[in-house]
């Protein structure tokens, strides 16, 4: 099973952002932690701040892999464009959030992402790409 971990905008910066948010751990350190744990799953990770080369990556995996577990960010409450990628598609996507966004700020609580996504998996820190995998076994 192929499954690709795409991260949007400034999740690069995880472990010094805002970390009473997002948490310490880094993405990467997080990451092969994952790959650990999920031995059976071949696991790709790719970010980028950049909407266009995440709809490049979302339409250059999606007809081929298992699975994508997307954190598109910020841009989740913007594009249109990643949505309309998502539907083009024919590969499942989970949307994930580190943090609870209807906690948070009103511009937070919508999504162009949800309503293409298979499913939607927010709040649980880092633990939410975890539970986006299982739910793909
Ligand atoms: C986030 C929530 C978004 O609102 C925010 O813009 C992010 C991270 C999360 O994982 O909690 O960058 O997607």
């Known amino acids: 099973m192929k499954i690709l971990i795409l991260n949007g905008p400034n ?3 995880l ?3 805002e970390p009473e948010i997002y948490g310490s751990d880094t993405f990467e350190d997080y990451f092969t932690k994952l790959q650990f744990k999920f031995k059976d799953i071949e696991l790709e990770y790719f970010q980028s701040n950049l909407e266009g080369e995440l709809i490049g990556k979302i339409q250059e995996v999606g007809f081929s ?3 994508i577990v997307l954190n598109a960010a910020a841009y989740t409450h ?3 464009g ?3 990628a998502i539907k083009a598609i024919t590969t499942p996507v989970i949307e994930v959030h580190i943090s609870n966004t209807h906690k948070r700020e009103e511009f937070r609580h919508v999504s162009y992402i949800s309503p ?3 499913g939607v998996i927010l709040g649980f820190g ?3 790409y975890d539970l986006a ?3 793909f076994l």
Do not use: F, M, P, W
Request: glycine share 12%; hydrophobic share 35%.
């Open 65 to 67: 892999y298992d699975g």
């Open 78 to 80: 913007t594009s249109i």
């Open 126 to 128: 880092l633990q939410s």
């Open 11 to 13: 999740l690069n910066l």
């Open 133 to 135: 995998l299982q739910s």
């Open 116 to 118: 293409v996504a298979k």
């Open 82 to 84: 990643i949505g309309d």
């Open 15 to 17: 472990g010094k952002r």
